[in-house]
């Protein structure tokens, strides 16, 4: 196995033989996201792999096409975190199911029109009108780091063991500068932080990465997505991808009821001894 | 929203209390660092916009 220098072929390369495959981007395959994590690269048999924790993320992607004719999967990794639309994965790798991907079409939230949004039309007022507030969008980068600190510490407080890695959403929004991030945070008429989240894009979907809400306000959830949608996502012609629901029904529940144009399955995928 | 992790083990109490008293992170949680306020000011109203549902517009109060 070659081990290369990650600031040699970097992750750039790797993005875009994805994007000449004409795989379709997983909520994981961001350049902010993957700069946040800082996997490893290494170059098997003419196939870039990227691992994290000791885990091959994506399928290996081939540096060319003699690669792929040569089709020699026999160093592959006999795990894959997460698969991509348009890769074929050897006969020998069975699939598991990793999690879901929620697509959503911004357009939908600013009409809300039809039966099926008459709940989020109305819940998402609600917020608004108990608090007496509105919702004002101010840059991450205005905010005193240490008051975003306290508010994203009291909210993982708030998700108990339901959050999943903590250090890479840090790293992410607190490392995040001309890195592909677009951090906001949501403030009522006190200034008081309501919601901070954040965003990424790759080739194909804006990435709602984060969204994490004051604990404890009933509706705000709603009342949030509803202004990202409607004014942070103005005007952008993608598909958002709001990512999974790491195995929550509540999440999954909600995530259901704001109609996403179309929920995806990823899996992860296993060797098998033939 | 998030991911799915790659690794066992949920957040620490030691995170989240290093983060609830104002502390965050440059790298890892063991390279967390007091830093002075003030670094990053508090937006004042120019910053600010205002939910219209019609893209953002700037705050005029």
Redesign the interface.
């Known amino acids: 196995m070659q081990k290369i220098n990650k600031n040699q072929v970097g992750l750039g390369l790797f993005l875009k033989r994805i994007k000449d495959l004409c795989w379709v981007p997983s909520f994981y395959c961001s350049r902010a996201y993957l700069e946040a994590v800082q996997p490893e690269l290494d170059i098997i048999n003419g196939w870039l792999t990227l691992t994290d924790e000791g885990v091959c993320m994506f399928p290996p992607v081939p540096m060319n096409d003699n690669v792929i004719y040569e089709a020699d999967y026999s160093k592959w990794p006999d795990f894959i975190w997460s698969d991509m639309e348009g890769c074929i994965m050897p006969d020998n790798y069975q699939k598991e199911k990793l999690d879901f991907q929620y697509l959503y079409d911004p357009d939908d939230f600013i009409k809300l029109v039809g039966k099926k949004w008459a709940i989020l039309r109305k819940n998402s007022k609600k917020w608004e009108r108990r608090h007496k507030s509105n919702l004002m969008i101010v840059s991450w980068s205005d905010i005193d780091p240490e008051e975003g600190a306290v508010f994203i510490g009291e909210w993982l407080e708030s998700k108990a063991d339901d959050f999943q890695d903590a250090d890479i959403m840090l790293n992410y929004l607190f490392q995040s500068d001309g890195k592909g991030v677009h951090a906001f945070c949501m403030l009522d008429n006190n200034e008081n932080i309501k919601a901070i989240l954040a965003y990424d894009t790759n080739w194909t979907y804006v990435n709602f990465r984060y969204c994490m809400t004051k604990p404890g306000e009933a509706f705000l959830a709603e009342a949030v997505r509803l202004v990202f949608y409607r004014d942070i996502m103005f005007g952008k012609s993608m598909l958002v991808n709001d990512g999974g629901v790491v195995d929550n029904p509540q999440l999954e529940w909600f995530k259901d009821r704001l109609n996403p144009v179309e929920k995806k399955t990823v899996y992860s995928w296993r060797r098998f001894d033939e | 929203?998030?991911?799915?992790?790659?690794?066992s083990g949920?957040?620490s109490r030691q995170?989240?209390?290093?983060?609830?008293?104002?502390?965050?992170?440059?790298?890892?949680?063991e390279a967390f660092v007091k830093?002075g306020?003030?670094?990053?000011?508090?937006?004042d109203a120019k910053?600010?916009?205002?939910?219209?549902?019609?893209?953002?517009i700037s705050?005029e109060d």
Do not use: H
């Open positions: 929203m998030g991911g799915k992790s790659r690794k949920g957040v995170l989240i209390n290093s983060l609830k008293g104002g502390n965050f992170t440059t790298n890892n949680e830093k306020k003030g670094s990053k000011v508090k937006p910053n600010k916009q205002e939910s219209s549902g019609f893209g953002l705050k």
